[in-house]
């Protein structure tokens, strides 16, 4: 019995540096558990441990946690973790929950949070830090020093800012400047300029090139008249990255943004039917094409054998340009401007990979059949399905890009729908127009 206890004791003790040592490492742990069980870890430790990991897990884990809290440890957490962390976590919920849970703040921290939540879902303000310190330009280095040493909340911070008495930016001094000055200095004297602000409303694409631009890990947040606002940390940008790119590899598929593996069965079913039901019409669009030809398949019943290989390889082709296009938008490597570049690239892939994939095909076509003319038939088809699919590929997520539409949506849906009928039409026209070499 006492052994029991010793090691329950020396587990807890294990998670509890755990978390406070590798904050979010333990949030990505707890992400693969109930939120039941997750919760449980959590509310055993003080909240001085648990606040970063708190802040490392995703907006709608955290909402599913912090709704399941007693009012008091929910109004605890909330005020412990970054505001935008918090209007993150209640933007997921609905209009009442959200006020639930508003409602346990205190009046300015809610306030504030409520401001945050006021700038548009992909802007600076949403994902800004509020919590910044600023210091004076007459402020000397060891008074400086001593301020950030009293002061646990500069973990992560690159740099200090220095303000006019109306907290307008005026120059900023890195940490590696100031942890070699004399410490007699003012800041002012080891100051440098300004190279780069953003403002509130700033969108995630220009927070993104001013960041790679100027090599920042921080980016502060201004507003039209030079008041620090907020600062946005390169960990934070990630993060809100890598969510996004979760959220957009379900939607791609059909999968609502709101479900996760623990969710109910009636959430998936009504997240996941409407989409199937579209995919059911798209399904019989692609149908409709092999009817046109039901007279050809009759006549030479091989061309169904040989039909889902056609559409089968123009998909995962179609799927594989998909990924590349949606990748390189999704990491601002490319923009819509250059869909000419490309399509051109997809097209010669499409082209030399269907040249390929039509000989081995063809090879296997001929000693199978022995038809010279059904080999004709599947290679020229797949050459022009997969050139199809590959150009698909690009221009479906550009063009919903284009009309402001989200191709992370209904990309996958389209795609598929495309590429069956570029694989089926190719296939079944050209058997028809060659019927006279299939007998």
Not at 114 to 131: C, K, N, W
Not at 137 to 159: F, K, P
Not at 263 to 288: D, E, G, Y
Not at 289 to 311: M, Q, Y
Request: overall charge negative; aromatic content about 4%; proline content about 3%.
């Amino acid at each position: 019995m006492v052994e029991q206890v010793q090691l329950q004791n020396a587990t807890a003790l294990l998670i509890e540096r755990f978390c406070e040592t590798a904050p979010q490492s333990a949030a990505s742990r707890l992400e693969t558990v109930s939120a039941e069980a997750a919760l449980e870890i959590l509310q055993q430790m003080p909240l001085s441990i648990t606040a970063p990991v708190w802040s490392e897990l995703s907006s709608h884990t955290a909402s599913e946690m912090i709704d399941a809290l007693p009012e008091d440890r929910a109004k605890e957490v909330l005020h412990a973790i970054d505001p935008a962390k918090v209007a993150g976590i209640i933007a997921t919920l609905g209009t009442d929950k959200r006020e639930k849970l508003l409602a346990k703040l205190d009046q300015s921290d809610a306030k504030e949070v409520r401001e945050l939540m006021a700038y548009p879902i992909d802007s600076a303000g949403r994902i800004m830090d509020t919590r910044v310190l600023m210091f004076t330009g007459d402020m000397t280095i060891r008074d400086a020093q001593q301020v950030l040493r009293a002061r646990r909340s500069n973990q992560g911070m690159y740099e200090l800012r220095i303000v006019d008495e109306d907290k307008r930016l005026l120059s900023t001094v890195p940490l590696s400047t100031l942890a070699l000055a004399d410490p007699a200095q003012t800041l002012d004297s080891i100051s440098e300029r300004i190279r780069t602000v953003v403002q509130p409303t700033a969108t995630r694409d220009e927070i993104i090139e001013q960041m790679e631009m100027h090599r920042l890990e921080e980016l502060t947040v201004v507003d039209h008249e030079g008041k620090i606002q907020g600062v946005i940390r390169h960990s934070t940008l990630i993060d809100v990255l890598k969510e996004d790119v979760s959220i957009d590899i379900q939607t791609m598929v059909g999968v609502g943004k709101d479900e996760r593996a623990t969710s109910t069965s009636w959430l998936a079913i009504r997240k996941r039917l409407p989409w199937l039901q579209v995919n059911l019409l798209t399904a019989f669009a692609a149908a409709s094409v092999v009817g046109i030809f039901e007279s050809t398949i009759a006549t030479f019943t091989a061309l169904a054998v040989l039909l889902p290989v056609v559409a089968g390889q123009s998909g995962n082709a179609g799927a594989q340009a998909l990924a590349v296009t949606m990748r390189g938008l999704a990491l601002r490597e490319v923009k819509v401007r250059d869909w000419p570049k490309m399509v051109r690239k997809e097209g010669v892939v499409g082209l030399w990979n269907g040249v390929a994939i039509a000989v081995v095909c063809g090879i296997g076509v001929y000693f199978w059949s022995g038809s010279f003319g059904l080999v004709l038939v599947i290679t020229s088809s797949m050459v022009l399905a997969m050139v199809i699919a590959g150009l698909a590929g690009v221009l479906v997520p550009v063009g919903l890009q284009r009309i402001g539409q989200d191709p992370a949506v209904a990309s996958s849906i389209v795609l598929t729908t495309i590429t069956d009928i570029a694989g089926f039409f190719s296939f079944l026209g050209i058997a028809t127009l060659l019927s006279g070499m299939l007998s």
